[in-house]
T-cell receptor, first 113, second 112 residues
């Protein structure tokens, strides 16, 4: 079945450590997104990519980095510069056709040790 | 400016009674509107979408929504709530670009 796979489901980060969240899709979508979700705050856009080897900052990019070397993959690195990384992270993708919905993975919950 | 407002942060209904989750939008362009559902520790699942075709849109699990341009609304309804409907619901606006605008969410509680 086509879909988006996020791994791991749970992740723990030590102080000063960088961690990478994986997002893979087999929907043949060009556009991919990373969101952060905190309780009661809805979804906030971290980064998005419209095409391979290109990506743009979203509303809360500080402390995060991404790469888009393959169409299927859009990993997110939470760096030590992100001082409050505890959150639920969601990856999404969509076709580039106008007015189409995004499809979401099942998320990764990141916590601080 | 584009925006989405979900008018209720929490809605509580009894099982078997109707559900109404309210969403208003603001857009300078022809909008597409979506409703998603999110169960705990899960991603968002698309319930239904409006993309300028029929104004009454039917979705999965018995949900439907009506696009009312004059009222700038896109409310989500279901005739009879089920316990499994308890979740968070998001109204989402797309204006054709790559970014989308999410509402803050409405948590639906269903009482037995």
């Amino acid at each position: 079945d086509g879909g988006i796979t996020q791994s791991p489901k749970y992740l723990f980060r030590k102080e000063g450590q960088n961690v990478t969240l994986s997002c893979e899709q087999n929907l043949n979508h060009d556009a991919m997104y990373w969101y952060r979700q905190d309780p009661g705050q809805g979804l906030r856009l971290i980064y998005y990519s419209q095409i391979v080897n290109d990506f743009q900052k979203g509303d809360i990019a500080e402390g995060y980095s991404v790469s888009r070397e393959k169409k299927e993959s859009f990993p997110l690195t939470v760096t030590s510069a992100q001082k409050n990384p505890t959150a639920f992270y969601l990856c999404a993708s969509r076709t580039t056709a106008s007015h189409q919905p995004q499809h979401f993975g099942d998320g990764t919950r990141l916590s601080i040790l | 400016a584009q925006s989405v407002t979900q008018l209720d942060s929490h809605v509580s209904v009894s099982e078997g009674t109707p559900v109404l989750l309210r969403c208003n939008y603001s857009s300078s362009y022809s909008p597409s509107l979506f409703w998603y559902v999110q169960h705990p520790n899960k991603g968002l699942q698309l319930l239904l979408k409006y993309t300028s075709a029929a104004t009454l849109v039917k979705g999965i699990n018995g949900f439907e929504a009506e696009f009312k341009k004059s009222e700038t609304s896109f409310h989500l309804t279901k005739p009879s709530a089920h316990m499994s409907d308890a979740a968070e619901y998001f109204c989402v606006l797309s204006t054709g670009g790559f970014k989308t605008i999410f509402g803050a969410g409405t948590r639906l509680f269903v009482k037995a």
